[in-house]
């Protein structure tokens, strides 16, 4: 005779399914979060990066390289997280120097996330001008 209750399985499989197919969707989600975070990092700072540079030419000053990088940022991940960027004249080790600094958002569900997660900062030696 066949005991009810404990010792029958039948229907578990499809339990253990939905279980560990939740908990593995939730973990590539995740992952696939932590890409974009990244990503979104990378791009403010080369942003930064190419802002600075161009603040520096000769003929050009930190407005400008704010202006670019706000453009550079806004083309690659969205106006958004391009919208506190300052850009001025530092003093750097042994030369002038242009910092440019942005201030944006952590992507914390998609591209919606906390504002003022990350602040990122680039230098680039002043050009002399003459």
């Not at 404990?6 to 590539?28: K, M, N, P």
């Not at 974009?36 to 030419?57: I, M, S, T």
């Not at 680039?122 to 001008?129: I, K």
Request: a negative charge; zero cysteines.
């Amino acid at each position: 005779m066949r005991g009810h209750g404990v010792a029958d399985e039948r229907g578990s499989s499809t339990v253990e399914f939905v279980l560990v197919g939740s908990l593995l969707t939730a973990l590539t989600l995740a992952v696939l979060q932590l890409g974009l975070a990244v990503y979104v990092r990378n791009v403010v700072h080369d942003a930064a990066v190419e802002g600075a540079y161009h603040a520096a030419l000769a003929d050009v000053g930190p407005a400008a390289g704010a202006e670019r990088t706000r453009l550079v940022i806004d083309r690659a991940v969205g106006p958004s997280y391009a919208q506190d960027v300052t850009a001025a004249y530092a003093d750097g080790p042994g030369a002038p120097s242009i910092a440019v600094t942005v201030r944006t958002g952590l992507p914390v569900f998609g591209l919606i996330g906390l504002p003022g997660g990350w602040e990122v900062t680039a230098h680039a030696p002043v050009e002399p001008r003459g």
